[in-house]
């Protein structure tokens, strides 16, 4: 896991970790989370891009993934600015306990 710190104070804005790495096949899954004080400010879609430039260049990979709520589309968009494309939609794959309702889980790769 990259903990993500503010570099003038070292304050702790979130992190992005490889989820599951598959060596065999070169390819991963990776998630990070943010705390929402720090949401718009670049912050996720900087490490992201690192970390993706990080697993494609030294540990080999072919394809890195990710996945969002379909209730978060602005990590869709973080996604989609780090180059990630939309390739599905996983049906009713996450229970919410506040809402006691199924969402969807939509996949990126790049």
């Keep these: 896991m990259e903990v993500v710190e503010l570099k003038e104070t070292s304050q702790l804005v979130g992190n992005v970790a490889a989820i599951s790495v598959n060596r065999n096949h070169h390819n991963c899954e990776i998630g990070y989370c943010f705390c929402s004080r720090y949401w718009n400010n670049g912050f996720a879609t900087e490490a992201l891009k690192a970390v993706i430039t990080f697993m494609k260049t030294e540990c080999d990979m072919h394809i ?47």
């Excluded at 306990?97 to 996949?107: A, N």
């Design 64 to 110: 890195i993934e990710a996945k969002h709520y379909s209730s978060n589309p602005s990590s869709g968009r973080v996604m989609e600015k780090v180059g990630m494309i939309m390739e599905a939609t996983l049906r009713d794959r996450r229970y919410n306990e506040v809402t006691k309702q199924y969402c969807d889980l939509i996949c990126y790769y790049i």
